[in-house]
């Protein structure tokens, strides 16, 4: 058990759709990250807060948003939803905000489907 | 900028051979050298790491070494298990976390 928690766990839900990812890290962790993992792709790199702030942005789509809140907990919110949407989403923590010792811990991840 | 390459997947091998999976950066200072590993339909774990040259990461039978004058930290394993089937990924963090590809391993017992 990595420390970092996602819910929900499974998400069904139907093209044009808005859903939302909560994602809590690991106690005294301060960086939030999220990622996407389709069937034939690797990890997608989406998007960092650090401290409740934007500190770095990969491959988001402007459908997709997210922020992080002052209890450090983090929301994906994803709309629009279209059929190539679904995948795995991961969340993970790290203490620092980057840097050489950033060693990332993993939550569960939700997987997404939209039908 | 800054890269990670792994070899390319799937590696299928039988129980208790000898686990080699190569990977290989780019980076424009000292980064640290991670291997996380993906067990079916979990999320990802931290394996390894090693943060400065010549270290050598090890768990679980997995060990890596950081060589610098190569650029490689290959993932090895002495014996594998079929419990080692998994996707394995590298990555390298300078200042944000690079991930390589990902290399899906097979065993068969």
């Known amino acids: 058990d990595s420390g970092v928690t996602q819910t929900p766990k499974h998400l069904i839900t139907a093209t044009g759709q808005r859903v939302t990812l909560r994602c809590s890290p690991r106690?005294?962790?301060?960086?939030v990250y999220w990622y996407q993992q389709s069937l034939d792709q690797g990890l997608q790199f989406l998007i960092q807060?650090?401290?409740?702030?934007?500190?770095a942005k990969g491959n988001i789509l402007e459908r997709f948003s997210a922020q992080q809140f002052p209890d450090l907990h983090s929301e994906l919110n994803l709309s629009s939803l279209e059929l190539g949407d679904s995948a795995l989403y991961f969340c993970a923590s790290s203490v620092v905000g980057g840097g050489s010792y950033n060693e990332q811990f993993f939550g569960p991840g939700t997987r997404l489907t939209v039908l | 900028g800054n890269s990670v390459t792994q070899m390319e997947g799937p590696v299928t091998l039988s129980e208790e051979a000898f686990l080699t999976i190569n990977c290989t950066y780019t980076a424009t200072g000292y980064p640290s050298l991670f291997w996380y590993v993906q067990y079916p339909g979990e999320g990802l774990q931290l394996l390894l790491k090693a943060t400065k040259a010549d270290d050598k990461g090890s768990n679980k039978g997995f060990e890596a070494t950081y060589r610098k004058e190569t650029t490689s930290f290959h993932l090895e394993k002495g014996s594998v298990q079929v419990s080692d089937s998994a996707v394995y990924f590298c990555?390298?963090?300078?200042?944000?976390?690079?991930w390589g590809a990902g290399t899906k391993l097979i065993i068969k017992p």
């Open positions: 807060y650090y401290n409740g702030e934007e500190r």
């Open positions: 990555a390298l963090s300078e200042y944000q976390l690079i």
């Open positions: 106690s005294g962790d301060l960086s």
